[in-house]
């Protein structure tokens, strides 16, 4: 049996009945929009990452278009991020019309490296979007503080970080805002699109829920306009479901990156480090090797399909690179880890079998 990099299809079949039953609950119940499952996940969701209001919402994209537009971003306004994320950070702050403006990884953590924030800040600067990439957090004190000192908005990107920690603090607790996606892959994930805007403003949570359905009040009223992005009750009574095997699914995650990251002990493979004081939740489980088409050619002849993320750099997309500010030299540890990354297979309903298996061969290869 081959192993895939992601089998969303497997936590399905885990929690079968139950996900049937919830979404023939919703059929027979009648209602289908922004109705009590989604009120239900926005509350459960919300607490678990210590945030007060949450607005689901239709996909993660919309969820950081979403943020960038209540925050009151412009055409031509600028916003600090990376490119080694996934296209949908960039397309998102394309979409608003304004400029991502891109800056290198740290060596070792791949996330945004603080150290070159500042001298990227300009009077068109907005909006910083750390992402906390792989599931590793972003140096949130760090940005938070620059931020505040240049009067700067924060988006945590933690569309690969649900349940991530620093020291006891949730992510998506730091910044202004931050957003979630539930893309089936994702390390929460519903069976089809969605996504949540999390924030502890009580201003910037009813921008953001008027904002997501044409820019209706309570009245139905609309003082601006909005667009629509609802997550649907079935989506919703799926999330709810599996939000109650999360905190099970996040340990096993875990403790398969672990015994990847004792047991795999081959020269040729550079293992990813873990950020001192934070829970790391290993969406994706990152190795780095010289000879990546030969490594990857191995794996895939023993039957062990891995990820790329990312090989193509968010700005290096032909239709992305005019819209974006960056240099090519100073994106270093960026160009590397594309060049050399590989992502090995990581979710909680991986076998144990299929781990000794692929620690096995990969401790095999030459
Ligand atoms: C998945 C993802 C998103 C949003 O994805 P959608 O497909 O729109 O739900 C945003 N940022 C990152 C880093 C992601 O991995």
Redesign the pocket.
């Given at each position: 049996m081959p192993i895939n990099v992601f089998e969303p299809k497997s936590q399905f079949i885990n929690q079968k009945n139950q996900i049937i039953n919830a979404v023939k609950k919703v059929f027979k119940s009648g209602n289908y929009i922004l109705s009590k499952e989604v009120l239900k996940f926005e509350k459960k969701f919300s607490v678990l990452h210590q945030a007060k209001y949450g607005i689901a919402v239709k996909?993660?994209?919309?969820?950081?278009s979403i943020s960038l537009k209540v925050l009151g971003v412009k055409k031509g306004d600028e916003v600090i991020t990376t490119s080694h994320?996934?296209l949908?950070?960039i397309a998102?702050i394309i979409s608003t019309g304004a400029i991502p403006v891109i800056v290198d990884i740290d060596k070792d953590f791949y996330t945004i490296n603080t150290n070159l924030i500042e001298k990227k800040i300009t009077n068109r600067t907005k909006v910083i979007i750390p992402?906390h990439?792989y599931g590793q957090c972003a140096d949130m004190q760090k940005i938070c503080k620059i931020a505040k000192k240049y009067k700067l908005f924060v988006i945590e990107?933690c569309?690969?970080a649900h349940g991530a920690k620093i020291s006891n603090k949730s992510v998506g607790s730091f910044g202004h805002i931050s957003?979630f996606?539930?893309?089936p892959t994702?390390n929460l994930g519903a069976i089809g699109?969605?996504?949540i805007v999390l924030t502890n403003n009580s201003k910037l949570e009813k921008k953001i829920r008027k904002f997501r359905e044409y820019g209706w009040d309570h009245q139905r009223r609309a003082d601006n306009p909005g667009i629509n992005s609802r997550l649907d009750e079935v989506q919703a009574s799926i999330l709810n479901i599996k939000l109650k095997k999360f905190s099970f699914s996040k340990k096993k995650r875990i403790s398969i990156a672990n015994k990847y990251l004792s047991e795999i002990k081959n020269k040729n493979i550079k293992l990813p480090k873990v950020k001192q004081n934070t829970t790391h939740v290993f969406h994706i489980f990152s190795i780095l090797t010289k000879n990546k088409k030969k490594f990857v050619k191995y794996l895939i002849k023993n039957k062990v399909f891995p990820g790329f993320h990312y090989p193509i750099l968010a700005h290096q997309n032909k239709g992305y690179s005019r819209f974006c500010k960056f240099k090519k030299s100073e994106l270093n540890y960026s160009n590397k880890i594309s060049k050399f990354q590989v992502s090995l297979p990581i979710y909680p309903e991986l076998s144990n079998k299929n781990i000794n298996n692929i620690i096995n061969l990969i401790n095999n290869y030459k």
């Open positions: 996909n993660g994209t919309d969820a950081i994320t996934a949908a950070t998102a992402v990439i990107d569309a690969q957003t996606s539930f893309y994702k699109d969605g996504g």
